[in-house]
């Protein structure tokens, strides 16, 4: 099970940090990640960390994945936030790690999704 929390409001150029919190089982060797997903838009990759970290393009420099194995977390630190960063945040994960990068952005890649934690950004 993923939990994730930390979502708040903040004006643009504000930081926010999610935390997901995983149970029943460590996830220390999967792959776990961000997705997003605005109301009438699609859901799409924010970032995760496999073999590698991974992000879009839009959120490089700005946010930074981060996972704490002994507490079972992953992090997502979001820093110069934009009104288009709001969204709801789910976290994910899954055992495997993918052979491409264009495979960690792919949201039918990953087995477990966590609940959703609301990131509103006021300009």
């Known amino acids: 099970q993923l939990q994730a929390s930390g979502g708040g409001l903040v004006q643009a150029g504000d930081s926010l940090r999610l935390s997901c919190a995983a149970s029943?089982?460590?996830?220390?060797?999967?792959?776990m990640g961000w997705f997003r997903q605005a109301p009438g838009k699609e859901r799409e990759f924010v970032a995760a960390?496999?073999?590698?970290?991974y992000y879009r393009t839009s959120v490089k420099g700005r946010f930074t994945i981060s996972r704490d194995d002994a507490k079972n977390t992953v992090y997502l630190q979001m820093n110069s936030l934009r009104p288009e960063d709001s969204a709801i945040y789910y976290c994910?994960?899954?055992?495997?790690?993918?052979?491409?990068?264009?495979?960690?952005?792919?949201?039918?890649?990953?087995?477990?999704w966590g609940q959703g934690t609301q990131v509103t950004v006021s300009s």
């Open positions: 029943g089982r460590t996830f220390e060797r999967s792959t």
């Open positions: 994910v994960a899954d055992d495997r790690s993918f052979r491409t990068t264009y495979s960690y952005g792919q949201a039918n890649r990953y087995y477990y």
């Open positions: 960390d496999g073999r590698g970290t």
